[in-house]
DNA sequence: CCGGATGTTCACCT
DNA sequence: GAGGTGAACATCCG
């Protein structure tokens, strides 16, 4: 699920958290906590106040009164506060919840807790993150500053947006939706577009984070829901084009996207 | 049974 | 230096 607009829901959630102590810490998997052993993460944070949240990208940070909790979803990623996560009628989960995904674990001196669960162990726990690895968050870039992460790149535009270094936050459907909404093709190189070209991208990018969401998540676009085979154009109708650029799988049509 | 999936990192090429 | 590819992680779904 998570994208920069699930990880914002799930920043919503952990928000709930903020003022609580943390009395005990449960980190069972080494693997997942990076950069750090687990009894180094659990002596860090037992006894710290969570202060607030923020988020960069895909990176949620929880400040405390003592380091910063950097938490990451991977692809199947999410978190609990009290048993209970962002309002998601669009759970696509079968009901399965096996108590060994939860990979990371929080309980506070009220009796609550937060829970990352992760069945694909593709997330993970650090502390005191490198904010400074990840570029502008793509949710409030400004059009300069796309235009210049973008600027004499030979990379294909999209391997271009969703390269965290340089614009945080836009995984494979939001990029996927909004260069169908902005008409461009994913493959050109970032360099080549034009002044108008950029400004149709930038107004495009935010408006898509926008709607999508409130529509409830990174899945629900237009495009998405013909992401398939036989994926049609939501507008002309004909077959969409599926191909691999910058690595990721792509849809795209070819008669819109220039 | 096989391939692919909303992500990141790293080794290894060109 | 810039890009590209494939592997790894673990599980589900078509």
Same mark, same amino acid.
């Given at each position: 699920m998570p994208e920069l607009i699930e990880v914002e829901l799930y920043r919503r959630v952990v928000d709930r958290a903020v003022g609580r102590r943390i009395a005990g810490v449960d980190a069972p998997d080494a693997w997942f906590c990076k950069g750090v052993d687990p009894a180094t993460l659990v002596a860090a944070l037992t006894g710290r106040t969570l202060e607030g949240t923020r988020r960069r990208g895909k990176l949620l940070l929880v400040d405390t009164d003592g380091p910063v909790l950097g938490l990451r979803f991977g692809m199947t990623g999410r978190v609990l506060v009290d048993g209970a996560g962002p309002i998601e009628r669009l759970e696509y989960s079968s009901g399965r919840d096996d108590p060994a995904w939860c990979r990371f674990g929080l309980?506070?001196?009220? @009796? %609550?807790?937060?829970?990352?669960? =992760?069945?694909? $162990? #593709? @997330? %993970?726990?650090?502390?005191?993150? =490198?904010?400074? $690895? #990840? @570029?502008?968050?793509?949710?409030?870039?400004?059009?300069?500053? #796309?235009?210049?992460?973008?600027?004499?790149?030979q990379a294909p535009l999209k391997a271009r947006l969703m390269d965290q270094a340089r614009l945080a936050g836009v995984g494979n459907l939001i990029c996927d939706e909004t260069l169908w909404r902005a008409r461009l093709d994913p493959a050109r190189p970032a360099g080549s577009l034009t002044p108008a070209e950029v400004g149709r991208l930038h107004r495009h990018l935010r408006a898509t984070i926008a709607l999508l969401t409130e529509r409830g998540g990174s899945h629900t676009g237009d495009l998405q829901a013909q992401r398939s085979r036989d994926g049609r154009c939501p507008t002309c109708h004909r077959l969409l084009l599926r191909r691999t650029v910058g690595g990721r799988t792509t849809y795209s049509c070819p008669h819109h996207q220039r």
């Open positions: 309980r506070f001196t009220d @009796g %609550g807790d937060l829970a990352l669960i =992760d069945p694909r $162990r #593709l @997330g %993970g726990v650090e502390l005191d993150p =490198d904010e400074d $690895r #990840l @570029g502008p968050d793509a949710a409030t870039v400004g059009r300069a500053a #796309l235009r210049d992460l973008l600027a004499r790149s």
